[in-house]
């Protein structure tokens, strides 16, 4: 494939992911990059645009769960012709779902630190034991990346801290997170997964769970009602940095 000057390094210091799949959807919609075209590689892009390769890792993991780009063991990325794909574009639809998510976190933050804190005393060891092979699964999951293991990993965290509200031993905590869950998968699921994909990976993130696995292995309430606070408030914060979200 011929070197088009389409590259510019990135200077911005946050949401590059983000940045990139824009820069590299413009050129596929500009026509300088083609249906069947195949990418250059992630050290090529990464020197290209002046960024770390887990960004342009990310950044194609975007456009594959959009339909730009398909991924072929052994051989490479391609673009996909027009009608497979969904736009990479912003639109008062994106922002919408976007604010949504953004406010269930925000009321999951104050719910599930409470569903933590009575676990913490509540939990038994059956529980606990399933918390810790829940989390072993998020750590394995979080090592294949979001182009290898986005669902899974989403779903699995999900799960995780479904268990944590059960072990409240209070059915109105879980009917509540039952609510937040379910609005979730039933309306926002592919702007969930969107999100996750570009910034919740990494030890970064897979350390705030593991503060609140911890919290509960002890038995701490006080601990594991912040942890899990800060987990979600978190979660929250990185989303409503992301502008270009979608």
Not at 125 to 146: K, S, T, V
Not at 206 to 231: F, G, K, N, P, Y
Request: aromatic share 6%; hydrophobic share 40%.
């Amino acid at each position: 494939m011929q070197d088009f000057e389409i590259y510019g390094r990135i200077d911005r210091p946050r949401r590059l992911p983000d940045e990139v799949a824009v820069a590299l959807t413009k050129a596929i919609e500009g026509g300088q990059l083609q249906p069947g075209d195949r990418l250059p590689t992630e050290a090529v892009l990464s020197k290209k645009f002046g960024v770390a390769r887990t960004v342009i890792r990310e950044a194609i993991s975007l456009l594959k769960y959009d339909g730009v780009v398909d991924s072929r063991r052994g051989v490479g990325t391609f673009i996909t012709e027009t009608t497979n794909r969904s736009a990479f574009r912003i639109s008062p639809g994106c922002f919408e779902k976007r604010k949504q998510i953004i406010k269930l976190l925000q009321l999951r933050a104050e719910v599930q630190a409470g569903a933590s804190a009575l676990a913490a005393g509540t939990r038994t060891a059956e529980q606990m034991q399933a918390l810790e092979e829940l989390f072993a699964e998020i750590e394995r999951l979080d090592a294949l990346g979001p182009d290898g293991a986005l669902e899974q990993r989403v779903d699995t965290e999900l799960e995780f801290y479904r268990r944590i509200t059960e072990a409240s031993d209070n059915e109105y905590y879980v009917e509540v997170i039952g609510m937040i869950e379910g609005n979730i998968q039933s309306n926002l699921r592919s702007a969930f997964l969107k999100n996750a994909a570009a910034s919740e990976f990494g030890p970064s993130i897979l350390d705030e769970h593991r503060a609140v696995r911890d919290a509960l292995a002890i038995q701490d309430a006080s601990l594991a009602r912040s942890a899990t606070r800060l987990r979600f408030e978190r979660a929250a914060e990185r989303l409503a940095a992301r502008e270009d979200f979608l």
